[in-house]
């Protein structure tokens, strides 16, 4: 019986465990190099991209009148456009990071496994931006609106019920939706490498689809704000993207026939 082996990897010549470390160290140099000039370029411009993230809140505010953004301490307004620079500078940035990534593993990795890795490497940007234009033009508009409805005008003998949001805790809100909407996208990506590597496979995914909506149910609840609509708006997508992965794990399964 002849014995199974494997397709060789990309460069077999072994390297000493230093020269790894060092590849590495040039590696996150560059990548926070590539950073760092996306941040001076986005700080440059982090008046117009708060102004872009809060575009959402300011239209249903415009229907209630004149309304503002405050901002309580002496640096919250400037610590809030460097958290808007480093937040889009982490957007715009990462194909450098995620091109350190692929030369630093690449060399390691066996053909059979560069094959799949290479486009779940462009499908993660692709993925992400996904989810988040997601949040910011379906759930947001639906998640203000819930919460604005809570505002009661007011009368005599009463004072009004008025939103006075902080800059920097609307930011934080806005960024941990985003970032967790990115996120849940990469569904596909997630199932697709543990398919590679031979912990999951399509006929236990569909053998454990009614587990897998639960699961995502509750897990859209955990991260969306507390409204029916913000919940079923983001488990749609993933029970959809689910599916997909689906037929991702049996691409993979092909592959390595």
Request: with cysteine; charged share 15%.
């Amino acid at each position: 019986m002849i014995p199974e082996t494997r397709p060789e990897p990309l460069a077999d010549t072994p390297q000493p465990l230093l020269q790894h470390l060092l590849e590495l160290r040039q590696r996150l140099i560059y990548a926070l190099i590539g950073f760092s000039i996306a941040f001076i370029l986005c700080y440059a411009f982090a008046e117009e991209i708060f102004r872009f993230l809060v575009q959402p809140l300011a239209t249903l505010l415009q229907e209630k009148g004149h309304r503002r953004l405050i901002y309580t301490g002496l640096t919250e307004a400037f610590l809030t456009y460097m958290k808007v620079a480093a937040f889009a500078a982490a957007f715009l940035s990462f194909p450098v990071v995620a091109s350190q990534l692929w030369m630093f593993i690449a060399p390691g990795l066996y053909r059979q496994e560069r094959k799949v890795f290479i486009p779940l490497l462009i499908a993660t940007p692709v993925l992400f931006l996904m989810g988040a234009a997601f949040a910011y033009y379906v759930v947001f508009p639906t998640a203000y609106a819930f919460f604005l409805s809570f505002e009661t005008p007011g009368s005599t003998g009463q004072l009004p019920i008025q939103l006075e949001a902080k800059v920097n805790e609307y930011l934080s809100f806005v960024m941990r939706l985003i970032f967790a909407f990115g996120i849940s996208f990469e569904l596909p990506v997630l199932l697709t490498l543990l398919a590679n590597v031979g912990m999951v496979t399509a006929q236990g995914l569909i053998a454990k689809w009614r587990f897998a909506i639960v699961g995502i149910f509750i897990v859209a609840a955990v991260v969306t704000p507390p409204d029916m609509l913000s919940m079923v708006g983001l488990a749609i997508p993933l029970i959809i993207l689910y599916g997909v992965s689906i037929l991702m794990v049996k691409w993979v399964e092909r592959k390595n026939q």
